[in-house]
């Protein structure tokens, strides 16, 4: 058993993350690159520090976890959520059920929940948000964020939405309330059911093919007859009808 394959292992063992389940050369890099900083050799040295330290175990973890994200990221998708997408789930169903999986420090939920705000009133927006990394759905729960997070926001949801706090911007209450946070591991826990949409962008490119299958299967599970998957823009789906989605719009897949 090969040093890195034995890591997998034990990790799994202690964490119920399956990092064969990521795509290796990527991983072992990232890996490789933070136990070196740290001083470690190998990953046999790197696992026993990191069972034996809390501290280092966190860093590790919010590590493996790919945490880049900003408001309306592409935001052309955006646009087409809330011009075609939106007006047609919520003439089925007003009260639409959402999740926002692997939503890192909380920029995609809550780009959602404003996006749902030119179509329903505040109280009646409800938006499930998960993430694996515990850390970043604290930060996503404060919801304080850098300018840099903010450049695709349009001045008057910037104005609306935030509070301008000098090197922060606040989101404000009301938009906060419209998300609930919560951990979830894509590769192991249940998935849920009778979704009327589903935003996955960005994560499913670091994961293995036969990964990504499982992660498809799931999410057509979970969403309800003519619900939708919203994909990143690096992530088509080649063959959708072989998991009973098909394409509405690039990047947008409806449960048949």
């Known amino acids: ?70 408001f309306y990221r592409n935001s052309q998708r955006w646009e087409v959520l809330d011009k075609i997408i939106l007006p047609e789930l ?23 929940a ?3 705000s030119s179509h329903l009133p505040l109280k009646d927006i409800s938006i499930l948000a998960t993430d694996l990394d515990t850390s970043v759905l604290d930060k996503a ?36 309330r419209t998300v609930k946070f919560k951990q979830h591991n894509l590769l192991n826990d249940p998935y849920g059911y009778g979704f ?16 990504k299958e499982q992660l498809y299967i799931n999410f057509a599970k979970a969403l309800k007859p003519g619900g939708i998957l919203f994909v990143g823009s690096t992530e088509q789906i080649f063959t959708p009808s072989k998991y009973g989605l098909e394409p509405v719009e690039t990047f947008f897949y409806k449960k048949k």
């Open 1 to 70: 058993m090969s040093d890195y394959t034995n890591f997998i292992f034990h990790i799994k063992n202690k964490t119920g993350i399956d990092l064969s389940m990521y795509k290796e050369a990527q991983m072992k890099r990232r890996i490789t690159s933070l136990y070196e900083k740290r001083g470690y050799s190998n990953f046999t040295e790197y696992y026993l520090a990191i069972h034996n330290d809390l501290q280092l175990l966190e860093e590790f973890l919010d590590r493996i976890t790919i945490n880049v994200s900003e």
């Open 90 to 112: 919520l003439s089925m169903n007003k009260n639409l059920k959402a999740w926002s999986a692997a939503c890192s420090t909380g920029e995609e939920p809550y780009s959602l």
């Open 114 to 116: 404003m996006v749902l």
């Open 141 to 176: 729960s404060v919801g304080l964020y850098t300018e840099r997070s903010l450049k695709e926001l349009s001045q008057k949801l910037l104005d609306r939405y935030f509070i301008n706090q000098g090197q922060h911007y606040q989101v404000v209450d009301e938009i906060k």
């Open 196 to 211: 009327d949409l589903i935003i996955c962008r960005n994560v499913m490119i670091y994961f293995t093919d036969k990964a």
